[in-house]
């Protein structure tokens, strides 16, 4: 830790010690592949990667939930367990250079996930209002559950629904997912017998099609991605713009991205929001009411929390709560975290555990309080 730091580093580990973590530290190097599989294509493209000795593909640890989540596995620990953390964390063409210091609290095995949910954001706000004293702070919130809920609601094919639950977070991903949904582009790349095996969807044919090809330019099928595989692939993208939304869906689908409320009224939105579209939200609105009111319960101010149904965080794992946490008129957020439910499943774990956790970028604090200064 470097001396600039120092004062708001103790701050935090009191605050840590407060809140009943455990705190630990992880290798700053790290397997690459549970960052390429998981992460998110924002962070997969600023990894520093490197080898071992034995050709393992490494990475520099560009962030703290996978490796902690891995280290509470090999580990064995028994949950629920509270883990915070404060070291470096390493990214290519970032602002302000390529390595700064992170701080978080990773939450997991609580089968309360309202609560927890809810610890989380509480812990967040609690640890800017500690470190920025008298600086205001806004709150806003995302559900990735709401959002899956409203596309499977909508009756979207489960190609369509895994394409815009991975552009959740990212604007320009999802601008251009609603407009290929709205208008989906014609497929005029394919030759006559691949077109052929792709309508009719036959995957065996296609990949046999394929491997022959790939056999007689030379090409071997272990050195990149499998016949199979790029076969199911070009099936699913046929099936997807095989698929038009009727007006009436599309509608109610931007209608409910459009959603940008105060928390204390955002239960009632989405009601309202479902009632009108005829759709039934179910279960993920059951829980985002207990979440609202746990929120309340821990003393945040929910008509200052915004909920906001297009707000999401660009990287893959998250499952449910997202949430960053912002000076007032700044564009950059100071924390930003969420809920994970099936990443240590994905990591190893032999049974599933709930996660939820948030980071805050130390560099942005630091920043803040010297402007204050």
Not at 12 to 31: D, G, K, S, W
Not at 33 to 43: I, K, N, R, S, V
Not at 84 to 105: K, T
Not at 311 to 337: C, K, M, N, Q
Request: charged residues 20%; glycine residues 10%.
């Amino acid at each position: 830790m470097t001396s600039r730091y120092l004062a708001i580093s103790a701050d935090i580990t009191n605050l840590f010690a407060a809140r009943n973590t455990h705190a630990v530290e992880v290798a700053i190097l790290q397997p690459a592949d549970p960052f390429l599989d998981m992460a998110g294509e924002d962070l997969r493209r600023r990894i520093f990667l490197t080898e071992s000795e034995t050709g393992q593909t490494l990475c520099l640890r560009p962030e703290f939930t996978i490796p902690v989540c891995l280290d509470h596995i090999s580990s064995q620990a028994g949950t629920p367990r509270r883990y915070s953390y404060l070291g470096e964390v390493f990214r290519q063409r970032r602002e302000g250079g390529n390595e700064f210091f992170q701080a978080g609290i990773e939450d997991l095995g609580d089968r309360d996930t309202a609560q927890a949910d809810a610890r989380s954001v509480a812990d967040a706000h609690a640890l800017l209002s500690l470190a920025l004293p008298g600086q205001a702070l806004k709150i806003t919130l995302g559900d990735q559950t709401i959002f899956e809920a409203v596309l499977a609601a909508l009756g979207l094919p489960r190609g369509w629904r895994m394409r815009l639950a991975r552009a959740f977070g990212s604007s320009a991903m999802l601008e251009a997912a609603l407009a290929d949904l709205a208008n989906p582009p014609r497929n005029g790349q394919l030759s006559g017998p691949v077109a052929t095996l792709v309508l009719d969807g036959d995957l065996d044919g296609l990949a046999a099609h394929i491997a022959g090809g790939m056999e007689e330019a030379g090409l071997s099928s272990s050195a990149g991605r499998a016949p199979a595989d790029i076969a199911r692939r070009l099936i699913e993208k046929a099936e997807l713009r095989s698929v038009r939304l009727s007006n009436e869906a599309f509608a109610a689908l931007k209608g409910f991205l459009s959603i940008d409320v105060p928390l204390d009224g955002a239960a009632t939105a989405l009601e309202t929001f479902a009632t009108g579209a005829g759709l039934s939200l179910g279960v993920a609105l059951e829980k985002f009411a207990a979440r609202a009111k746990a929120i309340e319960a821990l003393g945040l101010p929910t008509g200052k929390v915004q909920y906001d149904a297009a707000f999401g965080r660009p990287l893959d794992y998250y499952t449910g709560l997202v949430f960053e946490i912002s000076a007032e008129h700044a564009d950059r957020p100071l924390a930003g975290g969420g809920r994970y439910d099936r990443l240590l499943t994905l990591l190893g774990a032999k049974t599933p555990i709930p996660g939820v956790g948030f980071s805050v970028w130390l560099d942005r604090i630091e920043a803040l309080r010297e402007t204050a200064q």
